[in-house]
DNA sequence: GCAAATACGTGCAAGATGTATGTAAATGGG
DNA sequence: CCCATTTACATACATCTTGCACGTATTTGC
């Protein structure tokens, strides 16, 4: 979370640890075994706090907007965005790293698309909701390297905005 | 390009060259910097294409279709996708990444938006063209991990639709 | 024509990863 | 309660990788 998986070699972790390279293996494949399973924490703490902070929101857009600032405020802990955003795809692979982030909030998102856009194909509402998860992402990545994080919320909801109640034509 | 930076060793990449590692190590500070080098080629690449395309069309909407039909055909090349959106950001590190991409018709993108948006501040501006040009990247990616093309590029139009002709509040 | 910079090649040293091997502790069936 | 098996580590090693130091040939420039 500090430096970086490819900065840090096993001898530190377990070092830190307090134990030997030897129970680091016994317990994990490989050091990239090891990084799935501090990423699977990460996605899972993410989730979590969505979680929460949505639960007890009834009105659908509420919940939206509620989830929306859950995820950003989830992702100011320092590290985080580089490990998910940066490091998890090239580490395992684009399949992995977006099956760790499919649970955050992509469900409430999926759900306001398919309700707002009731003529859309799924796969049409299935892309949307990736292109927009990805904005969200994207906006949490310039907000954790010094970007205004109000001017991103701002425009994130203004997209979302746009295509909840844009006039897009049929496909 | 095919298998990635991380499982490239050095004397790998000099002997498909027919030369040594000392070569290498004359012309690049190090491994990183020829990875800078081959990313900063396939971003030339892309941004080269896009002018092309989209340099005989007059008409700014025809030409910011073109630009994006240009983005999606430059980045169907092999590999291309993986280096510079997942191996770039984790190698060269943020900044850097998104300075290779910034001239990837994002420009375009933030004069068709500012012209669109007349009433929005500039710092809007710029955070929505980064967040539709993450959305450019992510479409590019699912399409390169097998996504369907047309269907993406229907729901990246959709959504710069929206944007250009949604009805957005001031800020 | 010569000095200096450039363009390599060779050899080496430090470090990293993964695996093979050995040992102690926990578990579970009879 | 005892023994066998599995679990949970630790140690040592072999392989690979990177970057640097050093040596040499070639080109450049005054």
Redesign the pocket.
Same mark, same amino acid.
């Given at each position: 979370m500090e430096v970086g998986v490819a900065d @840090?070699?096993?001898?530190?972790?377990?070092r830190k640890a307090?134990?030997?390279?030897?129970?680091?293996?016994?317990?994990f494949?490989?050091? @990239?075994d090891l990084f799935r399973a501090v990423a699977q924490g990460e996605a899972k703490a993410i989730a979590d706090h969505i979680d929460r902070e949505t639960r007890d929101v009834t009105d659908p857009e509420m919940a939206m907007v509620a989830g929306s600032n859950a995820f950003f405020d989830a992702m100011l802990v320092p590290g985080r965005v580089r490990l998910l955003m940066e490091e998890a795809p090239a580490v395992l692979g684009h399949a992995e790293a977006v099956a760790l982030t499919r649970a955050n909030g992509s469900e409430e998102l999926r759900d306001g698309l398919t309700e707002a856009l009731p003529d859309h194909t799924p796969e049409h509402i299935d892309a949307l909701t990736n292109l927009l998860s990805a904005a969200f992402d994207r906006a949490a990545l310039e907000i954790a390297y010094g970007g205004d994080l109000a001017a991103y919320k701002d425009a994130m909801h203004h997209l979302v905005g746009d295509v909840l109640g844009g006039s897009a034509k049929q496909p």
């Open positions: @840090t070699a096993t001898p530190d972790i377990v307090g134990v030997t390279r030897g129970a680091l293996y016994h317990h494949a490989d050091k @990239t």
